[in-house]
């Protein structure tokens, strides 16, 4: 007998093709498609090597999708999930390992223990339907995953810069918790000096409010992890940060609350490149009423970097340059003075890079 945890699911030999719409209407392919059901998919390994979608007018290529579904995903290998000419397109915001989108609150869907290895775009991704305002969209748990980006990998694809990943995205009014994963390895290589452009990032919550995100590893990324507002599609206020670990962010901060009303406590922030926290100011009169306390900074430019000008708590800060420093760069540069690009230091228009399927 075969046992069920061999079972390999791979694209057809002819490839993938559409065979579907998201929620907002785009064209997708996805290699296992639940649609408006209950479903547990589990002990599967779902590869995408020979999708031969090409091109950035392609269908979104996903791994596994749930659309206005609810169910368990566990226990599973979502892995190659990138279009066949990656190399020769790059930019391109596709490839979607795990997929949860839906119109309702009333989708309810946890993933689970699953290993996710080497995607476009997003790695875990969860997307409600706002398109002005929070809400609604599914109320999602992602827990215990292990998911790596391309890395340093990306920079072997060829002349084209890949897409900036993203280990984990809720957004749009997804609802739910990120707790207990490991994320390493989301790197966009054309980010490494310039002050333009898109940045990855470990866990992105982006105009999604109430998020909790507890107890996760994160290491080796742009940005770690990240809170954002959007004025177009809604707030990520009251974003609860606690407790995890974020090692090795290269160029821009450990934690980024890009929002309002936030809480980053008993977090440990190591060898980070610009701050360990940043109350950040660039996305709108955001960066205020946060609550920044009993973390563990060691090895930033600045242990707090305070563009909101609020109170901030007592932290531990060894071996860190600037422990609280005002503003929303490190160094800081007096007003119209741009930072030079040599430093490594943020540059205020590059920002983490979201998927948004409405604008695919």
Known sequence: MVPADSAVLLPPSGGLATNGSDIFGNPVAPQIFVQ????TISHLT???TGNNLAGCG???LEGIYY????GTITDNVVRNQYQTDFADFGGCQNGLAINVESLTSSSTVTISNNFVQSYQKNGITATGAATGSSGPGPDVTIMANYIVGLGANALNWGAAPPAAENGIQFGFGASGKITGNVVIDDIW???TSSDTGDAASGILVYASAGITVSSNDVG???FGIVAITDPSYGPADGTIITANKVTGTQIFDAIDLCSNGDTAQGNFLFGNTESGIHADSSCGGTGTGETIKGNTISGSCAGV????GGAIGANTYLNVTNTVLSGDVCPAVAPGVKAAASSNKRQSKARPSPYIPAKK
Request: charged share 10%.
């Open 189 to 191: 290589p054309p980010d």
């Open 46 to 48: 779902v590869d995408g």
């Open 58 to 60: 392609a269908p979104t």
């Open 305 to 308: 970097l305070n563009g909101g």
């Open 220 to 222: 080796s990324t742009q």
């Open 36 to 39: 408006n059901a209950v479903v």
């Open 67 to 70: 659309q206005n579904s609810s």
